[in-house]
C-alpha cells in the first residue's frame, strides 16, 4: 500500500470526525433520554444516531473494511482493514452538559493502528495522526489552524500531573495500584475521558492511566500518544491491541513510563 493511500485514508478518517461533531453539536446541551445498558453504562439517541453515520459512511466509501464500534458491535469483512469507533467516549459528560467528550476513530491495519482521531465537538478541538508520524490538532485556546502537538519533558514522576477519568472504572486491586501512582505524582486529576489523553498530547499532563476499558477506548489513542513523542501501553509495559486487558498507561516519555510502571507493580520509584 502507498503512502498516498494511507494519507486519504486519514483526510477520510477527518471527513467522519466532521459528520460525526455536527451530529453531537446538535445533541450537547439539550434534553436527552437515557437509557441503561447491560453493563449499566448510559447511551442515548446521540450514541447511536452518531454511530450509524460513522458506519453508513465506512461502508459507503470503503464498503470492504470490518467495523467494530461500541453500540453495535463488530462487522467482519476485510482481514486487512479495522475501522474501531467509539461515538461518545464520555456519555456521562455529554448527559451532563460538560463539554469533555469526544469521538474516538481508529483504523488497523493488520491488526495494528494505522490511524487515530480524537475529536472534541464541544471544545472545537481535535488530536490526530498517521501512525509514524507526527501528531497534529486543531485547538482553538491556543490559536488559529493546524499545530504540532507535542508531549512535555519531565525527569521525575515526583514532578508530574496525572489523570485519570474515575477509580469507580477500577477493580478494589486496580484502586490500590492507582493509589501508589497518585501518591507519587505531583497532583492527580480526576475526569475527562479521552479529553486526558489529548492534555497528555497537548504537553499540559504528564501520565495518564486507566482500567476497565475496552478496545474504541484506546485504540485512537495510540498514533497520536506516540505522535506527539509519548508512549502508551497497558500495566505490564505491553503494546496496546484488541487483545489486551482493558488497562492503560499513557505517558510523556519513557522515564516516567517506567516509574509509573514499577509503581502499578508495587514497586518504589523516584
Same mark, same amino acid.
Given at each position: 500500500?502507498?503512502?498516498?493511500?494511507?494519507?486519504?485514508?486519514?483526510?477520510?478518517?477527518?471527513?467522519?470526525?466532521?459528520?460525526?461533531?455536527?451530529?453531537?453539536?446538535?445533541?450537547?446541551?439539550?434534553?436527552?433520554?437515557?437509557?441503561?445498558?447491560?453493563?449499566?453504562?448510559?447511551?442515548?439517541?446521540?450514541?447511536?444516531?452518531?454511530?450509524?453515520?460513522?458506519?453508513?459512511?465506512?461502508?459507503?466509501?470503503?464498503?470492504?473494511?470490518? @467495523?467494530?464500534?461500541?453500540?453495535?458491535?463488530?462487522?467482519?469483512?476485510?482481514?486487512?482493514?479495522?475501522?474501531?469507533?467509539?461515538?461518545?467516549? *464520555?456519555?456521562?459528560?455529554?448527559?451532563? +452538559?460538560?463539554?469533555?467528550?469526544?469521538?474516538?476513530?481508529?483504523?488497523?491495519?493488520?491488526?495494528?493502528?494505522?490511524?487515530?482521531?480524537?475529536?472534541?465537538?464541544?471544545?472545537?478541538?481535535?488530536?490526530?495522526?498517521?501512525? =509514524?508520524?507526527?501528531?497534529?490538532?486543531?485547538?482553538?485556546?491556543?490559536?488559529? =489552524?493546524?499545530?504540532?502537538?507535542?508531549?512535555?519533558?519531565?525527569?521525575? @514522576?515526583?514532578?508530574?500531573?496525572?489523570?485519570?477519568?474515575?477509580?469507580?472504572?477500577?477493580?478494589?486491586? =486496580?484502586?490500590?495500584?492507582?493509589?501508589?501512582?497518585?501518591?507519587?505524582?505531583?497532583?492527580?486529576?480526576? +475526569? *475527562?475521558?479521552?479529553?486526558?489523553?489529548?492534555?497528555?498530547?497537548?504537553?499540559?499532563?504528564?501520565?495518564?492511566?486507566?482500567?476497565?476499558?475496552?478496545?474504541?477506548?484506546?485504540?485512537?489513542?495510540?498514533?497520536?500518544?506516540?505522535?506527539?513523542?509519548?508512549?502508551?501501553?497497558?500495566?505490564?509495559?505491553?503494546?496496546?491491541?484488541?487483545?489486551?486487558?482493558?488497562?492503560?498507561?499513557?505517558?510523556?516519555?519513557?522515564?516516567?513510563?517506567?516509574?509509573?510502571?514499577?509503581?502499578?507493580?508495587?514497586?518504589?520509584?523516584?
Amino acid at each position: 500500500m502507498s503512502s498516498d493511500f494511507f494519507r486519504n485514508l486519514l483526510s477520510f478518517a477527518l471527513e467522519l470526525a466532521d459528520g460525526s461533531g455536527q451530529i453531537l453539536q446538535r445533541y450537547f446541551r439539550s434534553p436527552l433520554i437515557i437509557e441503561e445498558k447491560k453493563d449499566l453504562s448510559p447511551v442515548t439517541l446521540a450514541d447511536r444516531e452518531t454511530e450509524l453515520f460513522l458506519r453508513d459512511k465506512i461502508r459507503l466509501y470503503f464498503p470492504s473494511h470490518s @467495523i467494530l464500534g461500541e453500540e453495535f458491535g463488530r462487522e467482519d469483512k476485510d482481514d486487512e482493514f479495522l475501522w474501531v469507533i467509539d461515538p461518545i467516549d *464520555g456519555t456521562k459528560s455529554l448527559i451532563s +452538559g460538560n463539554p469533555l467528550f469526544g469521538t474516538l476513530i481508529a483504523l488497523l491495519y493488520q491488526q495494528k493502528p494505522l490511524i487515530g482521531v480524537i475529536d472534541l465537538p464541544a471544545l472545537g478541538q481535535r488530536w490526530w495522526a498517521l501512525r =509514524g508520524e507526527e501528531s497534529l490538532c486543531h485547538d482553538p485556546f491556543r490559536g488559529r =489552524g493546524i499545530l504540532r502537538a507535542k508531549v512535555r519533558a519531565r525527569d521525575r @514522576i515526583s514532578d508530574t500531573v496525572g489523570l485519570c477519568t474515575s477509580p469507580d472504572l477500577f477493580s478494589e486491586e =486496580g484502586k490500590k495500584k492507582l493509589a501508589r501512582l497518585q501518591s507519587s505524582c505531583k497532583f492527580f486529576l480526576y +475526569g *475527562g475521558d479521552c479529553f486526558c489523553y489529548t492534555q497528555l498530547a497537548g504537553g499540559y499532563a504528564d501520565l495518564v492511566a486507566e482500567e476497565g476499558l475496552s478496545p474504541y477506548d484506546f485504540l485512537a489513542l495510540i498514533p497520536v500518544i506516540e505522535g506527539a513523542g509519548g508512549k502508551i501501553t497497558d500495566w505490564e509495559g505491553n503494546p496496546l491491541s484488541l487483545a489486551s486487558n482493558g488497562s492503560v498507561l499513557a505517558t510523556g516519555n519513557d522515564t516516567i513510563h517506567q516509574s509509573a510502571l514499577k509503581l502499578l507493580r508495587g514497586s518504589s520509584s523516584n
